[in-house]
């Protein structure tokens, strides 16, 4: 049994939804960041984490690349060439949308009004633009970033996605629309969500 600590309007969204891709049971501690119940396992206060027995795990990619090799879903085989072109993809997602994201929010909400930066935005929207244009172009066929195969990288490129139109980072490609679409159509993702 799992217990996840953390909120669904987080990068928590993202274990709950790899858990319920995997049919595995857990457990929710619902807690913000820098709340008492993420601070007594995670100093740093960053939602989520996982509990596993008696470790806990931080970072949702981390936590989402642990359950998938340890339930062997959601993933390629390590040391394949596949493993190293999922593993590619989810560091350019991590890098190119999420830290782009994380980037414009703490400036929006996160830092201090002073140390606060507004106008960084026009250019994290212009990056962003520029990263939707080539992912949409890896999309291919689909249906999904890997092709036939659904990965952790789905989970987290669908998170980016939503959490960019709710920070208003117009997703214009029509083919990632449609992969969106797609994706938050999953029934494991309206049981994440609470809708299901």
Not at 125 to 131: C, G, L, M, V
Request: proline share 5%.
């Amino acid at each position: 049994m799992y217990t996840v600590i953390g909120s669904r309007r987080s990068r928590a969204l993202r274990v709950i939804w790899c858990l319920e891709e995997l049919g595995q049971t857990y457990d929710l501690i619902e807690a913000g960041p820098r709340s008492d119940e993420i601070r007594a396992v995670n100093p740093s206060g960053k939602v989520p984490a996982l509990k596993v027995d008696d470790t806990v795990l931080t970072d949702s990619t981390a936590i989402m690349t642990y359950l998938a090799d340890a339930h062997g879903a959601l993933t390629y085989p390590a040391g394949t060439l596949d493993r190293a072109r999922q593993d590619a993809l989810t560091h350019m997602l991590l890098d190119e949308f999420d830290a782009v994201l994380w980037t414009a929010a703490r400036h929006s909400f996160v830092l201090p009004e002073e140390h606060r930066m507004p106008e960084i935005k026009d250019s994290l929207k212009w990056e962003f633009a520029n990263s939707a244009k080539r992912l949409a172009d890896m999309l291919g066929d689909g249906p999904f970033l890997m092709g036939e195969t659904m990965t952790v990288a789905d989970i987290l490129a669908a998170h980016c996605l939503s959490w960019a139109t709710n920070a208003r980072f117009p997703v214009e490609e029509p083919a990632l629309t449609g992969y969106l679409a797609r994706m938050r159509d999953r029934p494991a993702f309206q049981r994440a969500i609470g809708k299901a």
